[in-house]
């Protein structure tokens, strides 16, 4: 299906429905909890002290030379970023199912503010990382200041993918019990325990394969001075990413003008 200008056109002018969505979903996240915020930091930052104990201490899974929890830290932060996101926007279409038979709007305004919102998460959990670093006296270098430009690729990771997934939803119900399982398998498919120098050479082809690998061995980079930029991996990645991406929104677009009926 050919996605024409007034398509973009009409989004736009939805844009202050879009801010709603966000806004409220902001809003229900850290309404009436007890930590509010620092959950953003509660996740990412206790899986590291298990990851730590178990497989930098335990296991003794190999960090290249860096202290393990920054090591793991700095792959869980947009790991836990990216896992929230696709299962929120995943989901999203059925969490707002009593809004698609009511009244019209752009139904792709759904998922892509679950994806967004996440991005709060994000930033409040990367300050702990800058902690985490001078805690353990390793040098802040420029290559920081690209970690958020980094979160543009993974949100649009997430966001292809959970456009796919909130479209199949709406038709199949068991997705949304597929979408957790997959996230599961997909952390032991991506170097967030391990670092990527661990993969054989004849199966670096295969681990390639997963967009999300070449991503968060870009975010270590940016972090850990001594490491290098992962350049092919990540341009192998941020070319699948586009075309997933590009593919979820062709197929998300198909598809949205059944949702009200089948919902």
């Known amino acids: 299906m050919k996605i024409n200008r007034e398509y973009f056109r009409e989004i ?9 969505f966000v806004w409220r ?12 915020a620092l959950w953003a930091v509660v996740q990412p930052f206790f899986t590291m002290i298990v990851f730590t104990l178990f497989f930098g201490k335990i296991v003794n899974i190999p960090s290249d030379g860096i202290p393990y929890p920054v090591f793991s830290y700095a792959a869980l932060v947009p790991w836990t970023y990216f896992s929230v996101s696709l299962s929120s926007s995943g989901n999203s279409l059925l969490g707002n199912s009593h809004l698609l038979n009511k009244v ?3 139904r792709v305004v759904i998922p892509a503010s679950s994806a967004i919102v996440g991005l709060i ?12 670093l001078l805690y353990y006296d390793m040098p802040l270098s420029w290559g920081l200041l690209a970690w958020p430009l980094l979160a543009v690729p993974l949100l649009t990771l997430a966001l292809g993918i ?29 170097p967030v325990i391990y670092p990527s120098s661990l993969i054989p050479e004849r199966y670096r082809i295969i681990f390639l394969l997963n967009p999300l690998s070449g991503i968060i061995d870009a975010f270590r980079s940016v972090v850990l001075p001594s490491r290098n930029f992962p350049l092919e991996s990540f341009l192998t990645s941020l070319g699948a990413t ?8 062709v197929y998300f677009r198909k598809t949205e003008r059944f949702f009200a009926d089948i919902i």
């Open 121 to 132: 998460d994000f930033a409040i959990a990367s300050v702990i990382l800058i902690g985490l």
């Open 25 to 36: 979903d902001v809003k229900v996240r850290y309404k009436q909890t007890v930590l509010g």
């Open 242 to 249: 586009i075309v997933i991406f590009a593919v979820g929104f």
């Open 12 to 20: 736009w002018q939805y844009r202050e429905l879009f801010y709603f």
């Open 104 to 106: 019209y709007f752009p």
């Open 162 to 190: 959970g456009l796919i997934l909130a479209s199949l939803s709406v038709k199949y119900r068991d997705i949304k019990y597929v979408i957790p399982f997959g996230i599961q398998l997909l952390l032991f498919a991506t």
